[in-house]
């Protein structure tokens, strides 16, 4: 896949200006330092050092989803009991340790936002297989077994102006009609450039994350949230090229349902 040497970060900074919005779930990453240069600074020898830490949840910022992350039904990914997940082992089964040697492959991006003809989709515009396969068509590739499929709606450029609000809001993605295309190309992850990596709100009645139930617990897909893929596509978009190596093993952390990544994308 390497043929110039051109790479990309793919990924959000980890600090205080991060995704989240005060009073959810999750909070942004808080940087500490636990060391510094004046602690220091009487060593004989004039030594100046200096540590420090991140508080953070493993899905503050651009992050994976392991197969314990969301299921149905009191179910996981190959049937592990939601009780597989508990506050002593966390998750006993499908954590996300045991995906971390198989997240660089082939990575192939579609933009549907340039499909459409737009810089961003509008929000909580459902993404369908017959635009997956338009995307392919346009872009003139093709999506094969094993590949890390990296989709573009646009909706990033919202965090990157600022409005955090609006990127937290309602937003374009996958729905179910796609999950089958993604079935029988045996996409071995999925990663979007939103936070909840499908549409949302769902247009399925009484549906959460029916994307994530169906995908995550039903055909065992890795799903990849936030990340960056502006500067990518525009040199994809200029130089024809949307297939690359993508690498984004992630932290392998013990019993964990998520990961933080600096993802990088290589041409």
């Not at 959460?208 to 525009?234: C, K, W, Y």
Request: charged share 20%; proline share 6%.
């Amino acid at each position: 896949m390497v043929k110039t040497g051109k790479n990309f970060d793919l990924g959000m900074p980890f600090d205080k200006d991060g995704p989240f919005l005060p009073g959810g779930f999750r909070i942004n990453p808080v940087h500490v330092m636990t060391f510094l240069p004046s602690d220091t600074a009487r060593a004989p020898d004039g030594m100046v050092s200096a540590d420090d830490m991140v508080i953070m949840g493993l899905q503050a910022a651009t992050q994976w989803d392991s197969l314990a992350h969301v299921g149905y039904g009191g179910l996981f990914y190959n049937n592990a009991p939601a009780g597989s997940v508990n506050n002593i082992g966390g998750a006993t089964r499908n954590s996300f340790a045991k995906a971390v040697e198989h997240l660089i492959s082939r990575g192939v991006l579609l933009d549907i936002a340039r499909l459409k003809g737009v810089d961003r989709l509008e929000d909580s515009y459902e993404i369908t297989s017959a635009d997956l396969s338009a995307a392919e068509e346009r872009q003139g590739v093709k999506v094969e077994s094993g590949d890390i499929l990296l989709l573009r709606t646009g909706s990033y450029q919202w965090f990157l102006e600022g409005d955090k609000a609006h990127f937290m809001g309602n937003e374009p993605g996958p729905g179910l009609d796609s999950c089958r295309w993604l079935y029988e190309r045996e996409v071995a992850a999925l990663a979007l450039d939103n936070w909840a990596c499908e549409v949302w709100p769902s247009p399925i009645a009484g549906g959460s994350i029916p994307f994530h139930q169906v995908t995550i617990r039903d055909m065992g897909l890795t799903l990849g949230e936030m990340f960056n893929f502006e500067g990518l596509a525009a040199d994809c978009e200029e130089d024809g090229i949307w297939e690359c190596l993508f690498c984004a093993p992630g932290l392998k952390v013990t019993g964990s349902v998520g990961s933080p990544i600096t993802p990088m994308a290589l041409k």
